[in-house]
C-alpha cells in the first residue's frame, strides 16, 4: 500500500519565491496534517483538516502560509512569499479517524531551503 | 506552560542499561497519548499508545498519570537499534485528533 506522498523531497529557494508543497495522504484516510520541523521549536502542528475541512489553523505562523484541501487525496501548502526563517522539513501526515489505534502515518518530509 | 514538554536530554546509555522518558501535558482534557520515534532524518512513526492502566510492549513500558499529566516511557535492556528520538504526542483536540508533539529526547545506546 503507498502511503503518504509528498513532494518535492527538496527545494531550495531564494527568500520572496513562492513555495507550494503538495502532499498525497492513504487513501481512506480522512484527516490531514501539516508539520513543520526545526531544531529550535521541534515538530509544530501547523494545521490539520478532517473530511478535507480545515479544523485548526491556529499553528500557521503568519498570513504567508497557507494550505488547501480541495479533495480527499490532495493538500497544498504554500508560503508566499518565501523567508529564510522558514527553512525546516515540512511533514505531511495522515490517520483514519475512528481508527483503532489513531496512528498519524508521515510522509518523507518536504526538506526547504530558503536562502 | 508549552503543550506538550518533554526531558531535553540527550540520554547517552551502554547497551543494556534501562532509560526512562518523561512528559507532561497542560491540557487536562486530553483523551489519547502516544509515543513515537523518529530516525535520524525519517518521518516520525508510532512506537506505541498509552493506556490509562499502563501498557508494556516487550521492553517498552508506557505509563500515563492523569492527576499529574504526566506520561513515561521506560525503555528496558537497551539495544543500540533504540538510538532514536523519542516523541511525545497528546491528542488536544478530542475526536477532532488535534496531535501535538513534544520536542523529543535524543537517546544515543552506546556499545
Known amino acids: 500500500d503507498a502511503g503518504v506522498i509528498q513532494s518535492p523531497r527538496h527545494e531550495v529557494t531564494e527568500m520572496g519565491q513562492e513555495v507550494t508543497l503538495r502532499c498525497k495522504p492513504i487513501?481512506?484516510?480522512?484527516?490531514l496534517f501539516w508539520y513543520r520541523q526545526t531544531m529550535m521549536r521541534g515538530l509544530e502542528l501547523l494545521i490539520y483538516f478532517n473530511n478535507n475541512v480545515p479544523i485548526d489553523d491556529s499553528g500557521m505562523p503568519e498570513d504567508r502560509f497557507s494550505a488547501k484541501m480541495p479533495n480527499a487525496s490532495f493538500s497544498t501548502l504554500k508560503i508566499q512569499p518565501s523567508e529564510p526563517r522558514d527553512s525546516a522539513v515540512y511533514f505531511c501526515?495522515?490517520?483514519?479517524?475512528?481508527?483503532?489505534?489513531?496512528?498519524?502515518?508521515f510522509g518523507e518530509g518536504s526538506r526547504l531551503t530558503v536562502l | 506552560r508549552k503543550e506538550v514538554e518533554q526531558d531535553p536530554g540527550p540520554f547517552n546509555v551502554p547497551e543494556g542499561a534501562t532509560v526512562a522518558f518523561n512528559c507532561t501535558y497542560s491540557?487536562?482534557?486530553?483523551?489519547?497519548f502516544f509515543w513515537y520515534r523518529q530516525d535520524c532524518r525519517k518521518e516520525p512513526k508510532l512506537l506505541m499508545s498509552?493506556?490509562?492502566s499502563g501498557n508494556e510492549d516487550g521492553r517498552f513500558t508506557a505509563q500515563l498519570n492523569r492527576a499529574s499529566q504526566y506520561i513515561s516511557l521506560l525503555i528496558r535492556d537497551s539495544k543500540l537499534s533504540d538510538s532514536a528520538t523519542y516523541l511525545c504526542?497528546?491528542?488536544?483536540?478530542?475526536?477532532?485528533?488535534?496531535?501535538?508533539f513534544g520536542k523529543g529526547t535524543l537517546l544515543t545506546v552506546n556499545p
Open positions: 487513501s481512506g484516510h480522512n484527516s
Open positions: 504526542v497528546v491528542n488536544m483536540g478530542g475526536s477532532n485528533y488535534k496531535l501535538t
Open positions: 501526515a495522515s490517520l483514519r479517524m475512528g481508527g483503532a489505534t489513531g496512528e498519524l502515518f
Open positions: 498509552v493506556y490509562s
Open positions: 491540557n487536562s482534557a486530553s483523551q489519547s
